[in-house]
């Protein structure tokens, strides 16, 4: 097979969560640990850092990765959904894997796939982990993909696991409760390894500290160390100063991050946080930790997170699609000064509508697309229960069309925003 028809095979053979949903979810890892007997255990062969939560986790994978790399370390980055290109899940040094990598994978272990039928997920971590395996990264950072309890991420045993954060999402699969999710998060804590949680909350905080005591793991509240505040001042669009401050040592450390979005001041610490409890695991400094923090799309390739498109009109993209994501994403978007706020705007269609559309600003110009993915939301239904909730605009079936459009209505101080799903902004990167 050449690439493009083994990755035809991957999203055709085998079901897909990005594409189909819950029903690509597992509730065991019985073919996970099949495939990983089969390959040899690769995840034995390389330490690893794990990383869980409902946001953030992709920001704080990719900025603990890109430290490491400051470090000196060959760092091994494993991180999903993709937004462009399949290899943007696993990377080495911010390098994707190779495709004749991808190729040679699925060659080699085609016949024992077709016989145990791992899903998509399960295939591409078991792809990953062989691949660090034999690239003899010194470490890995291991996002998990949906939850952590039952995550086919979660065969590892690491140095040290992280949950950044709990919020509304997947709750059909994870619970509908922020302790029930909090619960499936904390499924990554093992035995003896230290755990930081980047937010303390009271649904979850006794959940956390309970699972921590059960397995014998040093826990720490990321927030309850560091204070993070960011200033935009004299910074560019997509740019923010941060000074962090420890609250035990009253030590700051300040630079500047590529990240511009609010929510950083909440993963910013859950990352310096990990490394002050990997010191002595661990060779590094304060100054890898800055310059990890301030090259971080450089090194690892990050895309998606309050991403500058263009600067007249300012156009704007980022992954965020919960409750939670998108409050951050409005109030940032609110203190922007603008003459006109337009919204390109689609979901999947399991999103709990009526936690997410409440968020959104009603004073505001909607196009309501849909991405090209399965489990996208029609733009039409979208178009008609955003209504109910005093959002209005047209709907554009597909999201090239309707950031043309928006591109084609604004005037030079109007702001465009893109997002809603990942999917979408993979559209329209």
């Not at 994978?105 to 591409?124: A, D, H, L």
């Not at 993915?373 to 039409?380: Q, S």
Request: hydrophobic share 40%.
């Amino acid at each position: 097979m050449n690439y493009p028809e083994t990755i035809k095979f991957l999203f055709s053979q085998l079901p897909a969560y990005h594409q189909i949903g819950k029903a690509a979810y597992k509730n065991n890892l019985d073919t996970t640990l099949a495939l990983d007997e089969h390959l040899g255990h690769p995840h034995r062969k390389f330490t690893s850092i794990h990383v869980a939560g409902t946001n953030g986790k992709g920001s704080v994978s990719h900025m603990i990765a890109s430290v490491l790399q400051e470090a000196g370390y060959s760092a091994g980055l494993y991180t999903s959904p993709h937004l462009k290109d399949f290899r943007e899940r696993i990377r080495i040094n911010g390098i994707m894997i190779p495709e004749e990598e991808v190729v040679t994978f699925v060659e080699n272990n085609r016949s024992f796939i077709e016989s145990i039928k791992p899903s998509f997920f399960e295939m591409t971590v078991g792809m990953a982990f062989d691949y660090f395996a034999r690239q003899t990264v010194d470490i890995a950072v291991i996002e998990v993909g949906l939850g952590g309890r039952l995550d086919s991420t979660n065969i590892i045993s690491p140095v040290i696991s992280v949950i950044t954060n709990i919020g509304h999402d997947h709750m059909d699969i994870l619970g509908d409760t922020l302790a029930a999710i909090a619960a499936e998060k904390a499924g990554i804590i093992k035995e003896g390894v230290p755990v930081v949680i980047g937010e303390t909350m009271t649904e979850t905080k006794d959940v956390f500290i309970s699972k921590a005591h059960e397995k014998g793991s040093e826990i720490s509240f990321a927030d309850q160390r560091f204070s993070c505040r960011l200033d935009d001042e004299g910074m560019d669009a997509g740019e923010r100063k941060y000074t962090i401050r420890d609250k035990v040592t009253e030590e700051v450390l300040s630079g500047i991050t590529p990240l511009g979005g609010d929510y950083q001041a909440k993963n910013i610490p859950a990352v310096v946080e990990t490394f002050r409890r990997l010191h002595g695991k661990l060779s590094f400094t304060s100054q890898n930790i800055k310059d990890g923090m301030g090259n971080v799309i450089r090194n690892t390739g990050l895309a998606g997170r309050w991403q500058v498109l263009q600067h007249v009109p300012l156009i704007i993209c980022d992954t965020g699609h919960n409750k939670e994501g998108l409050e951050y994403i409005v109030r940032q978007l609110n203190k922007i000064h603008r003459k006109t706020l337009r919204m390109v705007i689609g979901f999947v269609n399991d999103k709990d509508l009526e936690l997410v559309l409440p968020v959104l600003p009603r004073d505001a110009v909607y196009y309501f697309t849909k991405a090209s993915v399965e489990r996208a939301l029609n733009e039409k239904i979208l178009k008609e229960r955003a209504e109910e909730y005093g959002l209005s605009g047209n709907s554009y079936p597909d999201v090239l069309t309707a950031m043309k459009t928006a591109i084609d209505d604004a005037s030079p101080d109007d702001v465009i925003f893109i997002g809603g799903s990942t999917f979408v902004v993979a559209d329209c990167l």
